[in-house]
């Protein structure tokens, strides 16, 4: 079947109010704006962006929000049949302090992990090339269920599938719930993006990259790249062992939220067009870069295959 599809991301679709001032916690913080949210939108959203086929799995309320979500994809060229309007639960909503570094949030989730398995046919995977999704996704049925079963299709069907493990134990309070689900993701091999933070999070302490890299390759993931912030990127590949790359120099970071995300969604974007880990790492960390500099999404009016693709510098 002709592959015309290049990335279906699946997971939560809300909406993040994102503070107005910059660095104060939410209990002092006065006025939110309305972003478009959640990890695998934001991957959905960057990769149509960058000119590629991308599809979104998510389930959205069926109120003023759902609205303003589906027009808001739309306008993004996001491919939104298989966007489900919940009749019964209103659209999640997050709320996140602006911050240069890890932002604050407290979630309101009603529909967005309410993912049912007749949203992503057989038909769907059989036309993509990346299955892509998330921890938060994966924390609560019946959007869990959906996603494992729907991901080891995907493997069958020869998709490379992806996973952010962006765990909070906010989100999943039950930590050893969820390594015993992460694992069973990882059994289909995919690319998996994690940060320090996320690792603090998940193991409740300092790993060393050793341990992390050993416990997520046992679980059978062959890439995993870990991004440490200013420290840069490091990417440990069973067959081309550690790669390493210093984080690119950004001069003035208005809004962190998404970062990661765009990092994900250039990284994706790169493996995509083949190219080789360390000049994959270097598209990654250039759209973060460019996310890092604007607030909410990337900025209009840019050439992003000329500004990714110029200028390779590798470390």
């Keep these: 079947m002709k592959k015309t599809i290049d990335i279906i991301s699946v997971g939560e679709v809300l909406i993040d109010l994102i503070g107005h001032e910059v660095n104060t916690t939410i209990s002092r913080t006065k006025d939110y704006h309305r972003f478009l949210g959640g990890s695998p939108t934001n991957v959905a959203v960057n990769a149509a962006r960058l000119g590629l086929k991308s599809v979104l799995v998510a389930t959205c309320g069926q109120d003023g929000l759902g609205e303003y979500i589906v027009r808001k994809l739309k306008l993004n060229d996001v ?59 994966l924390s609560k049925n019946p959007a869990r269920k959906t996603i494992l079963e729907s991901a080891k299709k995907a493997k069958e069907f020869g998709l490379q599938t ?38 603090f999070r998940l193991f409740s302490e300092a790993k060393t990259e050793d341990y992390i890299f050993d416990y997520f390759h046992a679980l059978g993931a062959e890439t995993i790249c ?47 067009l083949n190219k080789n880990f360390n000049e994959t790492i270097v598209i990654a960390q250039k759209l973060a870069v460019l996310k890092l500099q604007n607030v909410g999404r990337l900025p209009e009016g840019i050439n992003f295959q000329e500004y990714l693709n110029t200028d390779l510098e590798l470390n």
């Design 79 to 137: 491919i939104t049949t298989q966007i489900r309007k919940s009749e019964t639960e209103p659209t999640s909503v997050i709320f996140v302090s602006k911050s240069t570094g890890t932002p604050d949030f407290i979630p309101y989730r009603e529909a967005d992990f309410q993912i049912e398995k007749s949203q992503i046919p057989d038909e769907l995977l059989e036309s993509a090339k990346i299955f892509h999704t998330t921890c938060f996704a």
């Design 162 to 199: 992806s996973i952010d493990i962006n765990f909070s134990e906010r989100i999943w309070p039950n930590r050893e719930e969820a390594k015993l689900v992460l694992a069973d993701y990882l059994s289909t091999n995919p690319l998996v993006k994690l940060s320090e933070d996320d690792c």
């Design 226 to 272: 870990l991004t440490k912030g200013k420290d840069g990127v490091v990417l440990s590949n069973l067959q081309f062992g550690l790669i390493q790359q210093k984080a690119l120099p950004v001069n003035d970071i208005k809004d962190s939220t998404g970062a990661g995300d765009a990092f994900w969604t250039g990284f994706l974007y790169a493996q995509l």
